[in-house]
């Protein structure tokens, strides 16, 4: 069975986040870089774009998060806790919060994108030109890259899509080149 069968499945063909049955989509946390189903989440349109910071927060939207941050499944559980934190301003997200439970390890994942902290402390990505680079983003390569351990070179002009951010080092991106993953500085790299 195909993980997006398997999503489907298990969620009973609704958004996981706010049970919406319109378009639906799997979607992959950040930062884990390969699909499976303890990895991704099936959501509807309006919760990914949003999500991926494409639409401005509607808080209203995410009061759905009262249920399933209840979920059974870590993946909802991390997405439930992330939209919580962007939230935490608006007064309801808190209590929420405080509610909330998961373990040391779903914890550690949750925070891997630093949706806790406040902006002024957020590790920010920037490529060759100081454009700030996003989860999720597509870059090209500007100059032939040797890929340490192997005997590979990423050549300019490579499209990397779908890149994960290091969030401990705003010099780092990872992403897949020729079915591999490999880490790739900022500054050798423009956002398309």
Do not use: F
Request: charge should be negative.
């Amino acid at each position: 069975m195909t993980i997006l069968k398997t999503l489907i499945e298990r969620s009973h063909n609704s958004c996981e986040l706010c049970t919406s049955t319109d378009e639906l989509q799997q979607y992959t946390i950040p930062p884990a870089l390969n699909e499976n189903v303890a990895n991704d989440i099936l959501v509807c349109n309006t919760c990914l774009a949003q999500i991926e910071e494409r639409e401005e927060m509607n808080p209203n939207h995410w009061r759905c998060l009262n249920d399933s941050m209840w979920s059974e499944h870590v993946a909802v559980q991390i997405m439930a806790w992330r939209m919580l934190q962007r939230l935490r301003n608006e007064g309801w997200p808190k209590d929420l919060l405080e509610m909330m439970y998961l373990n040391d390890e779903a914890l550690a994942l949750a925070r891997a994108t630093g949706e806790h902290e406040d902006e002024a402390n957020k590790i920010i990505h920037r490529d060759s030109n100081g454009v700030i680079l996003q989860a999720g983003d597509s870059v090209v390569l500007i100059k032939d890259l040797k890929v340490k351990g192997s005997s590979m070179v990423a050549k300019q002009g490579t499209v990397v899509r779908n890149i994960r951010l290091d969030h401990e080092n705003s010099e780092y991106i990872e992403g897949k080149v020729d079915g591999q993953h490999i880490v790739i500085i900022t500054k050798y790299v423009k956002k398309t």
